[in-house]
């Protein structure tokens, strides 16, 4: 579906005309970034990472990785 929404966006205009006449961002733009947000959410839960955004750590923050190693100290490895 996001593939859809950026091939719809290559030749769409960035801004429409709004139910009262005024400009506003293509709709498909929110939808779009809604869609990656999701995406982003559900490769954390699973413990990957975003392709488009990789650190290198598996899509751990590092918050998470400071609790790992935490716990990793505190009960001898996890």
């Not at 954390?44 to 650190?55: H, Q």
């Amino acid at each position: 579906m996001l593939a859809d929404i950026d091939v719809a966006l290559i030749d769409a205009p960035m801004v429409v005309r709004g139910a009262q006449g005024q400009l506003v961002a293509h709709p498909l733009l929110s939808e779009a970034r809604r869609s990656r947000a999701q995406i982003a959410t559900l490769l954390g839960k699973i413990g990957l990472e975003d392709p488009a955004v990789a650190t290198g750590r598996g899509g751990r923050t590092t918050s998470t990785s400071a609790r790992r190693a935490a716990l990793a100290r505190h009960y001898g490895g996890v």
